[in-house]
C-alpha cells in the first residue's frame, strides 16, 4: 500500500507541479464560469420549470467543455514516461504493474476532481445572493456530481488507454478526443436519427450521458448508468494494464 501511495503521489505532483495544469484550471473555471452566467441569465428571461443545476449541466457549453478536458489532463500520464524514458525507473522499481496504472489513473482523477469543486461555490453564492434554492432537492446536487464522477472515471480510463499506445502526447490527445467524442455522440443517435425503433431508443439511451445527466440533475439516480460506467472504467483499466504490460516486454 506504501508503494502504491508513494506512486500516487508522484502522479498527483507531476499535475500541480506542471504550469500547464494551472492554465487548463483557469481556462476551465472560466469556462464553466461563463456557462453557470448564462445559464442563470437564460432562467431570469422568464418563469421556468428548470432549475439551476439543471440549466447548468445540461448545455452545449457544459458538455464542450466537459468532453475537451479529459485528452488535457491525460495525454500525458504513459506517453511522456515513454518518451522520455523515465518509465523504465517504474519497470525496474519494486512495484505491481496494476500499481502503476492505478497510480495514474488516480492522479488524472484527483485533478479532475480539483477542476469540478470551485463549481460548488457556484450554487452557494446563487443561494447566498438571491435567497432562492438551485435546486428542488439535495438529491439534484449528489446526483449531479455523482454522474460527474462516474462519467469522468469512464473517459479518464479512456484517456489513459489512449496515452499507454503511444509515445507522442498530441496523437495521445487526439485518440482520446476521437474515442470520447465517438461515445458521447453515440448517445444522441436518437436526436439525430428521428425513425429508430423504441428497442434501438432504449439501447441508445442506455449510452447517452446527455439523457443521464437530465435525470441525475433532476435528483432521479438510477443505479444502471452507474453500473455501467463503472464496469466500463474496470474494463478499460485492465485493458490499459494489459497494454502497458505487453509495451513493458517489448522496451
Known amino acids: 500500500m506504501s508503494r502504491f501511495l508513494t506512486l500516487l503521489f508522484r502522479e498527483i505532483k507531476s499535475y500541480f507541479y506542471s504550469p500547464v495544469a494551472y492554465v487548463v484550471l483557469f481556462f476551465f473555471l472560466l469556462l464553466t464560469g461563463f456557462n453557470f452566467f448564462a445559464g442563470v441569465s437564460l432562467l431570469n428571461r422568464g418563469p421556468t420549470e428548470i432549475t439551476v443545476v ?11 467543455g466537459f468532453v475537451l478536458v479529459f485528452p488535457l489532463i491525460t495525454m500525458r500520464t504513459f506517453a511522456e514516461e515513454f518518451k522520455m524514458g523515465t518509465i523504465e525507473g517504474l519497470m525496474t522499481a519494486p512495484v505491481r504493474d496494476g500499481q502503476v496504472v492505478l497510480a495514474k489513473f488516480g492522479g488524472a482523477l484527483l485533478f479532475y476532481i480539483v477542476l469540478w469543486l470551485p463549481s ?7 443561494e447566498w445572493i438571491t435567497g432562492s434554492e438551485a ?22 480510463s479512456v484517456g489513459c488507454l489512449a496515452s499507454v499506445l503511444t509515445r507522442n502526447q498530441i496523437i495521445a ?3 482520446s478526443f476521437c474515442a470520447i467524442t465517438l461515445l458521447f455522440f453515440m448517445g ?50 485492465i485493458l490499459t494494464l494489459h497494454i502497458f504490460q505487453a509495451r513493458k516486454w517489448k522496451s
Open 54 to 64: 439543471e440549466a447548468f449541466f445540461n448545455t452545449v457549453l457544459f458538455w464542450f
Open 120 to 126: 460548488l461555490a457556484y450554487f452557494r453564492i446563487f
Open 135 to 156: 435546486a428542488r432537492a439535495g438529491g439534484a446536487y449528489w446526483g449531479s456530481y455523482l454522474l460527474l464522477l462516474l462519467l469522468g472515471m469512464f473517459y479518464l
Open 173 to 175: 490527445a487526439v485518440m
Open 188 to 237: 444522441l443517435l436518437s436526436f439525430i436519427v428521428l425513425n429508430v425503433s423504441p428497442f434501438l431508443r432504449d439501447i441508445v439511451g442506455y449510452f447517452s450521458a446527455i439523457e443521464h445527466m437530465g435525470e441525475f440533475s433532476k435528483g432521479i439516480i438510477d443505479s444502471r448508468p452507474v453500473v455501467f460506467y463503472l464496469s466500463m472504467t474496470a474494463f478499460t483499466l
